[in-house]
């Protein structure tokens, strides 16, 4: 039987020495190995376990859950952001109100392009929608996830050099190896009929689309913000505004403060 993967998260209630070591201890006579263990957030510890029994786990559950030094708070089949969690010893931080927003400071971009590159990694159709304001590093964590997850980046509108508006790909650009990287301000202030063509061709494709500025992106298009499978917020602090003032006046420039590497 193939030895399957758990995520189990505690917090610590009395942090007395030798707690990690009972624990160890138990899982090991359970047959159960540690994969990976961290700390994550506060007084939480988080591990990714591999079991051949599913009934060694809830065994496991009930002998915890009899202990006063640590309260279980997850013990489950590992999702994308309990593995991210246990690597980079700290949460996802989803939106309240829509759990497909996630969010991250300009100091998590490590944690954001490990996020980033394994979603690339699925098979199939995805949209991404990426907000932030400008330099605050949108373009080189797209490119530095594309990297990360052998995947070819292919820019169809961008700012990166000087201005890129395709109207066509060539021979092998369509892929489900691409990453198709969309600015939406470029496109909306700077594309013709014929670009708009291409994105709705990419957008058929069994591929990652990654867009910057959803939001003025849905704004020329058919595509609403419920179309995209993830929202992704960059900030530079957790208090920074994310606005489009300076973009949707007349006259703008995409090319004024979207440089390189935004």
Not at 152 to 162: A, I, P
Not at 239 to 259: H, K, L, M, R
């Amino acid at each position: 039987m193939e030895k399957t993967e758990w995520y189990l998260e505690y917090e610590i209630k009395i942090n007395r020495p030798g707690l990690l070591g009972d624990i160890s201890s138990l899982l090991g006579m359970l047959s159960i190995n540690i994969i990976t263990i961290n700390g994550v957030e506060n007084s939480r510890r988080g591990m990714l376990l591999l079991s051949k029994e599913d009934e060694h786990i809830q065994r496991l559950s009930s002998i915890l859950d009899t202990m006063n030094t640590i309260e279980v708070k997850k013990i489950r089949k590992p999702k994308l952001r309990d593995k991210l969690a246990v690597r980079h010893g700290r949460y996802i931080h989803r939106d309240a109100d829509d759990h497909k927003t996630v969010r991250f400071v300009r100091d998590e971009i490590g944690l954001l392009v490990d996020f980033m590159s394994e979603i690339y990694k699925t098979e199939g159709h995805k949209l991404i929608g990426v907000r932030g304001m400008p330099r605050v590093g949108k373009t080189e964590s797209i490119v530095a996830a594309s990297v990360s997850a052998n995947k070819r980046w292919l820019f169809v509108s961008s700012t990166l050099l000087k201005q890129t508006v395709r109207s066509q790909l060539i021979e092998g650009e369509y892929s489900g190896d691409h990453i198709y990287i969309i600015d939406g301000v470029v496109s909306k202030k700077r594309a013709n009929e014929v670009h708009w063509q291409l994105i709705r061709e990419i957008m058929q494709l069994p591929a990652v689309k990654v867009v910057e500025h959803p939001d003025i992106f849905v704004q020329a298009t058919e595509y609403e913000i419920d179309d995209f499978d993830y929202i992704i917020e960059l900030r530079s602090t957790e208090d920074e505004q994310i606005t489009y003032e300076a973009i949707e006046q007349p006259g703008f420039n995409p090319n004024d403060g979207f440089s390189v590497f935004d």
